[in-house]
């Protein structure tokens, strides 16, 4: 059995509120993300995407603080 193409994910959030939750995914784990002014040192090795709509967020981002990315 051949399995279907995976889609495309989107290049601009169609949610209602775009970008309102942004997720990166660092070694298996989902990791919280928020835009940013400047890219914080995930953003030079991970992408940021809508927690929704899967779009790949653009803009400089870093992960949320407080989180625990060990295993």
Known sequence: MNKPAP???PDTCTCSRPWA??????E?????A???ESLGP???LYQARCASCGATYQGPWRLVPG???AA
């Open 7 to 9: 889609q495309p994910r």
């Open 21 to 26: 939750e942004l997720i990166t995914v660092i």
């Open 28 to 32: 298996g784990r989902r990791l919280a």
């Open 34 to 36: 928020r835009p940013a």
């Open 42 to 44: 995930a953003a030079a």
């Open 67 to 69: 989180q625990t990315r």
